[in-house]
């Protein structure tokens, strides 16, 4: 559908994505709730003009009151916490409309702002609602049906730049509203009652230093308020980009390019990691968008990084400025030790100023203060690496560093970029309501901030331990020598948990590039997992040369090169890890036509022994699980290993499974997740074992280890 705005056609606007499909607003004539769902989930899935969890959206209805059955008018609102762009009705706030602007004549003044918040709770109209945020009475205390606050680049932009406000004018005119950087509250949403009051007619509000109000009588009118308003604002920015001066005042550098990027990003995360992770582990993420290339190779970075964000949004995601690696380019980054002592004056550098920016802000109410270590950390020529307390905040905080470079860049074009006082700041981050918020947040999983990659993933035993281990909190990089099938087991992972790599385990060069995969994905690896196997069942007379060598390559051999590669990543971060190795009881017992695969086993046990002995003293235990009779879900139980097998018993391959469950103690039957369950156990709550054995057989009396 083609609309007329008071601008263009909506068919040619460049900087917002017009996604208003007709026919499924149609589907939603009448329930103005879901059609302020569906206005917020548009406006959420384009980045630009909103980033996750950024913002909040609201509609009034007339609803029946449940005591006196009369018509009041409700306000539907994003809750506190919620994303816009996957907002549903759990994540949203219903309030008496009447109650919540009664609340005025409660106000006690700025210094009571935080105490307003508790009284929202007392307007809910519906008892099933998420909890009241902050934002509340920046909706409540406007008349409008519909209402979009969002934190568009191009909107904080003119926020954000030094004569705010005439600008606003200059774009604008009279049909724009602007207030002055205050802190969301109570306060905040009367000073927006002012502003309309004094401005009658105008279709929106700039908020300086932080974002955008924009409403209309429906769903669809104030969507396309919203965007026309945005438009608008790039399209002014647009036209005055690199006309004074260039843009960040030109390049300083040059990128390297993207291979040698790639690179030095693989080789450096885990040294970064290790430095970030020194009050709590952090899982890294890593970006060399073409955004953050052309701020952070530019004259400019040293002026504007040391500023920090703006908008709260951003503030409270990336903290209060970045760190600027002092690292060339091309940087030899062969000797991991002497680059993480280079690097070390920085990080104190960092954490010193951090302390001092805590100790000149802080009140005497204040949370104690938080983890010192930079969030984002930039690598001028390469790109950038975020760090947090998992892989989707450290993702999101490197889209709103992203963020924050687009309004530097649109700020300083038409005039020039401000940033939040240092104590406004402190104020936002150490706020009593953000560390309440904090407070309430999940208890964490055990094995959350930790990586493991597991070889053999696509399937059977390595995939029911990489479901389990994310299960438990942990990030999981699967690899396997089929890609269709390996990609095809990491897409059952919700985004933001799994990662995959193709590696052939008897390949040095493949195992280094499954490793470089999860230290970009994830900024390191804690977890290695030797799940990757194969079995051929062969008398001594009829196992050939090839048979031999394929069993030593892909069981022992491949060990080896994962526990390698691993150990040295380990190192690098600084603390420890586990090393879990998958073999068999075949290691322990000598069964009939066996040799090759027996021997394999065998030494793969001893090689986790003698791990164990070595690594101690880096705190990476090594430890061995040894499974047995595992049929159902098993790759190794296809074809010919399970016809050997049964022709080495006597009995059918059908009879497997219960001649597996009946000949041990237990009589059970052996599955994948319960090998899954031996390694967490392993990992997750024996965090004093190493160079110990778990047998998951039922009970094997000829292969207990003592």
């Given at each position: 559908m083609e609309v007329k705005t008071g601008m263009k056609n909506t068919t040619d606007w460049r900087h917002v994505r017009y996604l208003w499909d007709e026919s499924k607003a149609a589907a939603l004539e009448g329930d103005e709730v879901a059609l302020f769902l569906y206005r917020s989930n548009i406006l959420g899935a384009d980045l630009r003009i909103t980033n996750y969890g950024g913002g909040n959206t609201s509609c009034k209805t007339m609803e029946s009151d449940p005591l006196t059955g009369e018509q009041v008018e409700v306000m539907w609102v994003k809750g506190s916490g919620g994303d816009i762009g996957t907002l549903t009705r759990k994540g949203i706030a219903g309030l008496y409309?009447?109650?919540?602007?009664?609340?005025?004549?409660?106000?006690?003044?700025?210094?009571?702002?935080?105490?307003?918040?508790?009284?929202?709770?007392?307007?809910?109209?519906?008892?099933d609602s998420a909890a009241p945020s902050i934002d509340t009475p920046l909706h409540g205390l406007l008349p409008f049906k519909h209402i979009d606050h969002l934190h568009p680049d191009a909107l904080i932009a003119v926020a954000a730049a030094r004569d705010s406000r005439a600008i606003t004018r200059e774009i604008w005119g009279d049909s724009m509203g602007w207030v002055p950087w205050q802190r969301p509250g109570f306060d905040l949403g009367l000073q927006l009652e002012k502003c309309l009051e004094?401005?009658?007619?105008?279709?929106?509000?700039?908020?300086?230093?932080?974002?955008?109000?924009?409403?209309?009588?429906?769903?669809?009118?104030?969507?396309?308020?919203?965007?026309?308003?945005?438009?608008?604002?790039?399209?002014?920015?647009?036209?005055?980009?690199?006309?004074?001066?260039?843009?960040?005042?030109?390049?300083?550098?040059?990128?390297?390019?993207?291979?040698?990027?790639?690179?030095?990003?693989?080789q450096l995360a885990p040294i970064l990691r290790g430095l970030c992770s020194g009050y709590k582990r952090m899982i890294g993420h890593f970006t060399d968008d073409k955004r953050v290339l052309e701020f952070i190779?530019?004259?400019?970075?040293?002026?504007?990084?040391?500023?920090?964000?703006?908008?709260?949004?951003?503030?409270?995601r990336t903290k209060i400025q970045?760190?600027?690696?002092?690292?060339?380019?091309?940087?030899?980054?062969?000797?991991?030790?002497?680059?993480?002592?280079?690097?070390?004056?920085?990080?104190?550098?960092?954490?010193?100023?951090?302390?001092?920016?805590?100790?000149?802000?802080?009140?005497?109410?204040?949370?104690?203060?938080?983890?010192?270590?930079?969030?984002?950390?930039?690598?001028?020529?390469?790109?950038?690496?975020?760090?947090?307390?998992?892989?989707?905040?450290?993702?999101?905080a490197g889209e709103f560093y992203i963020n924050a470079i687009n309004v530097m860049?649109?700020?300083?074009?038409?005039?020039?970029?401000?940033?939040?006082?240092?104590?406004?700041?402190?104020?936002?981050?150490?706020?009593?309501?953000?560390?309440?918020?904090?407070?309430?947040?999940?208890?964490?999983?055990?094995?959350?901030?930790?990586?493991?990659?597991?070889?053999?993933?696509?399937?059977?035993?390595?995939?029911?331990?990489a479901d389990k281990l994310a299960a438990e909190g942990a990030n999981v990089v699967l690899t396997d020598i089929a890609e269709d099938r390996v990609r095809a087991a990491a897409d059952t992972y919700k985004r933001d948990t799994a990662s995959y790599a193709v590696c052939d385990v008897s390949d040095p060069a493949s195992v280094a590039s499954a490793y470089r995969k999860a230290c970009l994905e994830f900024g390191g690896v804690d977890i290695v997992v030797h799940s990757a196997g194969l079995a051929i069942s062969k008398a001594l007379l009829d196992?050939?040369?090839?048979?031999?060598?394929?069993?030593?390559?892909?069981?022992?051999?491949?060990?080896?090169?994962?526990?390698?590669?691993?150990?040295?990543?380990?190192?690098?971060?600084?603390?420890?890890?586990?090393?879990?190795?998958?073999a068999s009881k075949n290691g322990l017992?000598?069964?009939?036509?066996?040799?090759?695969?027996?021997?394999?086993?065998?030494?793969?046990?001893?090689?986790?022994?003698?791990?164990?002995?070595?690594?101690?003293?880096?705190?990476?235990?090594?430890?061995?699980?040894?499974?047995?009779?595992?049929?159902?879900?098993?790759?190794?139980?296809?074809?010919?290993?399970?016809?050997?097998?049964?022709?080495?018993?006597?009995?059918?391959?059908?009879?497997?499974?219960?001649?597996?469950?009946?000949?041990?103690?237990?009589?059970?039957?052996?599955?994948?997740?319960?090998?899954?369950?031996?390694?967490?156990?392993?990992?997750?709550?024996?965090?004093?074992?190493?160079?110990?054995t778990i047998n998951v057989d039922g009970g094997m009396a000829d292969a207990f280890v003592r």
């Open positions: 409309t009447d109650r919540l602007r009664a609340l005025k004549t409660r106000y006690r003044g700025l210094e009571f702002e935080d105490e307003m918040v508790g009284l929202f709770l007392h307007c809910l109209y519906d008892l004094e401005n009658p007619g105008i279709r929106g509000i700039v908020l300086g230093g932080h974002g955008l109000f924009t409403w209309g009588d429906t769903s669809y009118e104030c969507y396309v308020n919203s965007l026309e308003v945005i438009e608008q604002a790039s399209v002014y920015i647009e036209n005055r980009l690199g006309k004074d001066r260039p843009v960040f005042g030109g390049a300083r550098m040059e990128s390297l390019p993207e291979t040698e990027r790639i690179g030095q990003a693989s190779n530019s004259n400019d970075l040293g002026k504007l990084a040391p500023l920090g964000t703006s908008c709260p949004d951003h503030f409270l970045p760190l600027v690696l002092p690292l060339d380019a091309k940087a030899d980054l062969s000797d991991p030790a002497a680059v993480k002592t280079a690097l070390e004056p920085a990080f104190e550098q960092y954490r010193k100023e951090y302390a001092e920016y805590y100790e000149a802000c802080k009140h005497p109410d204040s949370p104690a203060m938080r983890d010192p270590n930079p969030v984002v950390i930039l690598y001028p020529g390469v790109g950038m690496f975020t760090f947090a307390k998992d892989k989707q905040t450290a993702r999101v860049r649109g700020a300083e074009a038409i005039s020039e970029y401000t940033a939040l006082s240092r104590q406004e700041a402190f104020n936002i981050e150490y706020w009593l309501l953000e560390e309440a918020k904090l407070q309430r947040m999940p208890k964490e999983k055990p094995l959350s901030r930790r990586v493991a990659i597991i070889t053999g993933g696509g399937g059977g035993i390595g995939k029911a331990i196992t050939t040369d090839q048979d031999w060598e394929l069993l030593q390559n892909v069981l022992v051999k491949g060990q080896f090169l994962m526990a390698r590669e691993g150990v040295r990543i380990m190192r690098h971060q600084g603390f420890g890890g586990d090393i879990i190795n998958i017992v000598a069964g009939p036509n066996n040799t090759g695969y027996g021997t394999a086993k065998a030494a793969q046990q001893h090689m986790t022994r003698l791990l164990a002995a070595e690594l101690g003293k880096d705190k990476i235990r090594v430890n061995t699980v040894n499974p047995d009779g595992v049929i159902v879900g098993s790759k190794i139980w296809e074809g010919a290993w399970a016809e050997g097998r049964a022709k080495a018993y006597g009995i059918t391959v059908d009879q497997l499974p219960a001649h597996y469950a009946q000949r041990n103690l237990l009589k059970e039957i052996i599955l994948p997740e319960d090998i899954a369950n031996a390694v967490f156990c392993l990992v997750g709550i024996l965090d004093k074992s190493t160079g110990n």
